[in-house]
């Protein structure tokens, strides 16, 4: 069983940033694929970047692309969503996610979910 809890969630103007956390604990951190998830009331989760367990391979959605980076510390069993330039339409709760496959882009792939973290952008 993995417990992720995340981080770093709060108002920020439009163009500004935040850096998101998620700390696991319960499980070997190092074998699980992390990924970031979003959700706006009424719309379906959606993802916003993966990262497999040795950093090597990192996945990200195109309305985040070039402006969200996924990073991770297995040392501090703790995976990073640092966001920049954000817009308003990137606001939501943020989840993180960890799962055994070595990609996921898909919620359904993912086994251990967060409780989330609120982000929102002014305009």
């Known amino acids: 069983q993995v417990l992720l809890v995340e981080s770093g969630g709060g108002l920020v103007q439009a163009g500004g940033s935040l850096r998101l956390s998620c700390a696991a604990s319960?499980?070997?951190?190092?074998?699980?694929?992390m990924g970031w998830f979003r959700q706006v009331p009424g719309k379906e989760r959606e993802f916003v970047a993966a990262?497999?367990?040795?950093?090597?391979?990192?996945d990200y959605a195109d309305a985040v692309k070039g402006r969200f980076t996924i990073f991770r510390d297995n040392a501090k069993n703790t995976v990073y969503l640092q966001m920049s330039s954000l817009k308003p339409e990137d606001t939501a709760i943020y989840y993180c996610a960890a799962t055994l496959k070595y990609r996921g882009s898909n919620s359904y792939e993912y086994n251990y979910w967060g409780q989330g973290t609120q982000v929102t952008v002014s305009s």
């Open positions: 990262i497999s367990w040795s950093s090597f391979t990192t």
């Open positions: 319960g499980g070997t951190f190092s074998r699980y694929t």
